[in-house]
């Protein structure tokens, strides 16, 4: 048994990594539960706080789509206001067996099983329940078990949108849920564990990863550095059929070219001086799964032919090898440089341009998301860095949140999440601007950055700035353009000296 729960918390740490849906982790972890304990059947209940119930999202239950368990009501809801586990040899003798469940389902439960999932501040978030041990009763040891997984899964669940998708998690920036309410309701199924954005931007990506993730399509990602092309192209492969097959992912500009092709196709026994074995390249790794090859761009014109070859005929020949061989593979790629430009350069071969971008997702900016899907990775990387690195942190002032709406975030997403992880280290409880690591020439970014959107008269504002914003961002612009006289910009904004020095004193603009 100490074997079978090392194996399944392994098992369990695995799920994380792979961008399954986060309906369908919850899914696995209850297949793993129920199979490591020997039960007939298991379900997941997550805490529907707004109405004090608790609310089915995963269960062996083939007769009903879901189960809303008042609090006060049965055994599930005894755990969760106690956070006792509960071992019961015979449910239906006992007191807090709520008969209504199994008289809707036709079931007989007999012996049950059920623990507590509690948040990393040690809020019960829902509970796990086994029915029916196959060996007649839970043992204690059982118990002792369900309650560490019970732990475990509850980690697991947290890192996954699925509670802020079903908009019952609290959440640290104020106003990040208001979007979960005002947007339509996503089905669960079409939503992507980890990957958050619902704004419009994001919600069209996640439409077209749905539309293309079961098919076998090349699919070109294009963005900026740091969108999340990567963690897209691993969204798509862990939501098609080959999910259980390999991810292989290749970055194109780490190596030189004569290492990219002996790492890409591997080589024969003898091909070069040192070459003493033969090697099997990562398209033959990926065998069976999904090929990403990242910085596709950068590919020198001899790969770029190569590579047109494996994505025509889905063939290829080992360094210093004769024999054609073939790979059941999937192809992702994905590059942040302008290839239409290459193309016509002619750095980058036209045919192969042409068979790339036959399906592509285009990543939003994060300057282009809106401010509630900003507000929500926010929230999303301070929970996680704080798990990360055992901090706790309370709030994040308005001031601080302001800044990091008024940033440009040239590096993206990935500069956003850095930024959160340093602010949470160097934080003590709170994040305020001081422990932003926003650099000084950050502002200088952020006012090149509006410059774009204020000097042509915005016949849209992408990232939905709130009034204050907008004045904040304004006046750091014109500080910029008049070299920081104040009086100057004081003239131009048609206000006091004294009213613009409040001003930039409330902004964090010094
Ligand atoms: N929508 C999102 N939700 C949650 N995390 C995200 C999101 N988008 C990006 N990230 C995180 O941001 C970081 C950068 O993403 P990723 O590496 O996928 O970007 P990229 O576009 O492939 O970058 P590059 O072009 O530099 O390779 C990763 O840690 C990723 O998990």
Known sequence: MADNRHLLLLSLGELITQEISAAQLVERIVDLVVKLLEADRGTIYLLDEGHGELVSVAAHLPEIDELRVPLSEGVAGHVASTGEVVNLPSARHDARFWEAIDQRTGYQTESMLAAPLWDARRRLIGVVQLLNSKRGRFSEADAATLADVAEQAAALIEQTTLRHELGWASTLVEGSEELADEAPQLVLGESFNRIVGQGPAMRGVLRDVQRVAPTDATVLLRGESGTGKSLIARALHYNSPRRDGPFVAVDCTTLPETLIENELFGHEKGAYTGADATKRGRVELADGGTLFLDEIGDLSPVLQAKLLNLLQEKTFRRVGGNDLLRADIRILA???????????????????????????????????????????????????????????????????????????????????????????????????????????????????????????????????????????????????????????CARVLGIGRNTLLRKIREYGLE
């Open 334 to 488: 994905a590059t942040n440089r302008d290839l239409e430009a290459s193309v016509e350069e002619g750095h980058f071969r036209e045919d192969l341009y042409y068979r790339l971008r036959v399906v592509q997702i285009e990543m939003p900016p994060l300057r282009q998301r809106g401010r509630q899907d900003l507000m929500q990775l926010v929230d999303h990387f301070v929970e996680a860095a704080a798990k990360r690195h055992g901090r706790r942190v309370d709030r994040i002032t308005e001031e601080a949140m302001a800044m990091l709406l008024g940033y440009g975030w040239p590096g993206n997403v990935r500069e956003l999440e850095n930024c959160l992880e340093s602010a949470v280290i160097f934080s003590d409880g709170e994040i305020s601007p001081s422990t932003l690591p926003l650099p000084q020439q950050g502002r200088t970014r952020k006012i090149r950055a509006l410059g774009s959107q204020t000097d042509a008269p915005p016949d849209r504002f992408v990232d939905e700035p709130s009034l204050a914003e907008l004045e904040a961002r304004y006046i750091a612009w014109l500080l910029g353009e008049y070299d920081g006289n104040r009086s100057a």
